[in-house]
């Protein structure tokens, strides 16, 4: 219980480098998401730093480039885009998503819906997700 407190005191200590995204009813901290992510899990996901900065950096040259596909900048792939940013697990899932809607809910209930459809017997255990505009990217990996 003790690692609970320590953590959520480095959360507060640090509280201004979580990264935010903007929705157009009010701007969600990734902690905030990640909390409404894990309330429909099983086992609770947790962020790990490679796949967030991944996921932030694939969503902005989405947003950039005006294409919502796995296959990014100079051709490279989710597996090369983790890799580079030093993701250390077994294996990377990569979700695409446009939504330009107003509801975290419905954002949340769309990646659910679609890790289960695809991934139904894989256990996650971390997350990192980016936001530019209507592009999400999500990377799950274990």
Request: charged share 25%; aromatic share 12%.
């Amino acid at each position: 219980m003790n690692y609970i407190i320590e953590f959520l005191k480095l959360v507060y200590k640090y509280k201004d480098w979580i990264p935010k995204f903007k929705t157009k009813t009010k701007e969600i901290a990734t902690i905030e998401l990640l909390e409404l992510i894990n309330k429909n899990r099983d086992t609770h996901l947790i962020i790990d730093n490679a796949l967030m900065k991944s996921a932030i950096d694939h969503a902005n040259w989405m947003c950039s480039s005006g294409l919502l596909t796995h296959v990014g900048d100079l051709g490279k792939t989710h597996g090369y885009r983790t890799s580079i940013n030093k993701y250390s697990g077994s294996y990377v899932a990569e979700y695409l998503i446009i939504y330009a809607g107003e509801s975290d809910k419905e954002i949340v209930e769309l990646l659910i819906s679609t890790i289960k459809s695809n991934d139904p017997n894989v256990k996650f255990t971390k997350i990192g997700y980016g936001r530019k505009n209507k592009y999400w990217c999500f990377l799950l990996g274990k």
